[in-house]
């Protein structure tokens, strides 16, 4: 089995000291995410509130996006040095913060990020509000594409900017009249190591359509709406979309013509499916980067949300002293010691473990898509090209979509995320996030035939 300890020698770990990165040493036999951990009694959000949030006792949580895995190996072995040595003052990041961070980075998207770049934030959400606060008035418009992650409207809004819309658009799966149909491919039946290889393309039982961008809606609402900031999701919760780099140049082109700046949400990049490859919307080019501002975390990629911590690229050195002047007054300016110490071991040394919870996520997509086509067709899979939500489509289900809510929580006993928390865009449908052992997801799949078979 995987010991992570010999990797470490102090309690701040790192490679200054010859350890290694755990890249390529091979890995299906040391993580097994089969394992069910419990998390019931833990103060969990996903778990633990159900009632508090109008659920009956009971339902299976498959909703907020946290998965049921333990953290990799290293970052479990950081925080107990760190808890273990016991004083838990105030904590800066170090170098070799910073060089875990680049190297992550550089290697996986081949996009360098040098130190003084970087801003830490307790999370993204907060990171978004914070720069709606910096870079936008009162009234000015602020761009999303619903349906997306709901805290984008809701700190829109709360902040008393002007919400703008620009709907995603759903194709019909056959490609025609997308943008980009012939660029990022789908992961369909070509999981390595994969599951069933469900059949897939248009057509096929289980296959919803694409997403795509309407770009003349989205260049005419921000030269007409006086958008300000745009807030990208990229790859895209829930839609599932990871943005082909035509599509992104594109965006580019609209926002640099219109002065519109960028908050590029990239949180869900490190999962892509196979076929598919995140592009950092501020590689892009130096002119991009200056107008970009890059949410990353390995919040999600690790499973550390409850740890707080996120960074925030800013290459134009204006909005930095911008936004960080806004982050201090708000009183943000000390950073969490456990986050900064799991964060740090997590880029370092999580690599292998990423890879194969990708793969895993992988055979949990082949085995929902083949489970919808065999046992329920109706409900049509929009084949997420990453991220570890998908999205469901109900319609074709004969269940309206103003009762689709209820029929999920107290015919299926499932609790899911509601198609409209995302926007109205997504009434009838439900996002269900795969991020567990397969037998959670097998018993969520055989709930929602139950229901159906009532
Ligand atoms: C697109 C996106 N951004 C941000 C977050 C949350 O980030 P944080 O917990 O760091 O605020 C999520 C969580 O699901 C997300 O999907």
């Known amino acids: 089995m995987y010991n992570a300890s010999v990797y470490y020698t102090e309690v701040y770990m790192s490679y200054d000291e010859g350890l290694g990165y755990t890249e390529g040493l091979g890995y299906d036999d040391r993580f097994d995410f089969d394992e069910i951990t419990p998390r019931a009694n833990t103060n969990s959000l996903k778990y633990d509130f159900a009632r508090e949030r109008g659920k009956p006792d009971g ?18 072995e950081a925080m107990r040095r760190t808890a273990e040595h016991g004083i838990f003052g105030y904590s800066m990041p170090r170098e070799p913060y910073y060089k875990a961070l680049a190297t992550w980075f550089d290697t996986r998207f081949g996009y360098h990020i040098s130190p003084e770049k970087v801003v830490v934030t307790p999370g993204v959400v907060f990171a978004i509000a914070t720069a709606i606060r910096a870079f936008t008035k009162p009234g000015d418009g602020v761009l999303i594409q619903r349906p997306v992650y709901y805290p984008f409207s809701q ?107 960028i908050l590029s949400d990239e949180v869900h990049c490190d999962f892509v499916f196979p076929g598919n490859s995140h592009q950092v919307f501020a590689g892009l080019s130096e002119e991009l980067a200056d107008i970009t501002i890059s949410c990353t975390a390995p919040s999600k990629t690790f499973n550390l949300a409850g740890l707080q911590i996120s960074n925030i690229i800013i290459a134009n050195p204006k909005l930095r002293v911008k936004y960080i002047k806004e982050l201090h007054s708000a009183g943000y300016s000390e950073y969490n010691i456990f986050g900064l110490s799991a964060c740090r071991s997590a880029y370092e040394f999580g690599g292998a473990w990423v890879d194969s919870l990708v ?58 995320d509601g198609g409209t928390m995302f926007g109205e865009e997504g009434a009838g449908f439900q996002r269900i996030n795969i991020a567990c052992p397969r037998a959670a997801l097998t018993d969520a799949l055989d709930r929602l035939a139950g229901g159906f078979a009532q």
Request: glycine share 12%; net charge negative; hydrophobic share 40%.
């Open 59 to 76: 339902v299976l949580p498959l909703w907020v996006a946290d998965m049921d895995f333990k953290s990799p190996p290293a970052v479990l």
């Open 359 to 416: 793969r895993y996520l992988n055979g949990n997509l082949d085995f929902l898509r083949a489970y919808l086509t065999e046992k329920i067709p109706s409900v049509k899979l929009i084949e997420p090209e990453g991220t570890y939500l998908t999205w469901l489509d109900f319609r074709g289900t004969g269940i309206p979509a103003a009762k689709l809510d209820d029929f999920i929580i107290n015919k299926a006993n499932l609790w899911l």
């Open 155 to 261: 700190m829109i809004i709360m902040n008393d900017r002007k919400l703008v819309n620009n709907p995603l658009v759903l194709q019909d799966g056959s490609g025609s009249g997308a943008f980009d149909s012939g660029g990022s491919g789908t992961s369909c039946g070509g999981a390595p190591g994969g599951g069933s290889g469900a059949s897939c393309g248009s057509g096929s039982g289980a296959l919803g359509g694409r997403y795509e961008i309407d770009f003349d809606d989205f260049e005419r609402k921000i030269v007409s709406e006086n958008v300000k900031l745009f807030i990208f999701c990229s790859p895209h919760n829930p839609v599932g979309r990871v943005w082909s780099r035509r599509e992104l140049e594109k965006i580019g082109e609209i926002c640099l013509k219109h002065n519109c700046l």
